[in-house]
C-alpha cells in the first residue's frame, strides 16, 4: 500500500462535487478534511488510501484530466462535449441527469424546418456548432454567452438557444419551450490516458464499486 503513488481527482465544484462524494462515501472513500466548508484549502488527501481531491471550475475539469494533473475527473457530460479534450469517459455517475436542448419561442419551430441562416445563443459554442453543422446540416450564427441564456430569444439577440433543461422552469416561466434536443446529459467519470495504462488495477477496482454501488451489472 504505501509504495503506492497517490490518485488525483478533480470533481467540478457545486452539487456535483457534493453528489459525488456521497456516492465516494457509499463505498468507503472519505475525505473528512473535505467537509469543513470553512476551509480554505484547495487540495484534500485521504493518507490512508493514497488519494488526493481538488476542487476544480467544471470547465477545467477535464484539462487538468488532460493535462494528468489530475488522474482522474468527475463532471458533466456537457462540459465533456464541449471541451473535447483527450481524456476516456469511463462511467456515467447517473446523477446531475438533464437535456441539452434547441430552445426558444413556439413560433421559432419553424426556423429549424427549412435550413434557413439563424442565430443560436449558447454557453457551449462547441456542443451547438456540432449539432447544427453536423446532425442538421444548418449553417448558423452562434453567439457565445456565459449565463442567463434564455435572455437571448426575449432580447432578440438571438432567435433559438442551445442549453441545459432540467425542470424546464426556467424555459417555462419566460415563455419559450424546448424545440429538439441534442442528446441527455449526466455526471460522468473521465480518466487520463496515461493513468489508465499505470493504474489499471486500482482505476478498474474503483469503477467497479462504482458501477455495482450506482447498480449497473
Ligand atoms: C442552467 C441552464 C438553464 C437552467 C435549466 O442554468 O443554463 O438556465 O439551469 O434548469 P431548469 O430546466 O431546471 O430551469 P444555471 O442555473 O446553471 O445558470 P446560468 O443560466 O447562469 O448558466
Redesign the pocket.
Known sequence: MSEERYLTFALGKGRLANKTLELFEQIGITCEEMKDKSSRKLIFVNEELKLRFFLAKGPDVPTYVEYGAADIGVVGRDTILEENRNVYEVLDLGFGK?RMCVCGSHAAKELLQHHERIRVAS?YPNIAKDYFYNKKHQTVDIIKL?????LGPLVELSDVIV?????????RENGLEVLEEVCPLSARMIVNPVSMQMETERIKELVNKLRAEIGIV
Open positions: 438533464c454557453k456565459n449565463g442567463s441564456v434564455e442549453d441545459i433543461v432540467e425542470t424546464g422552469s426556467t424555459l
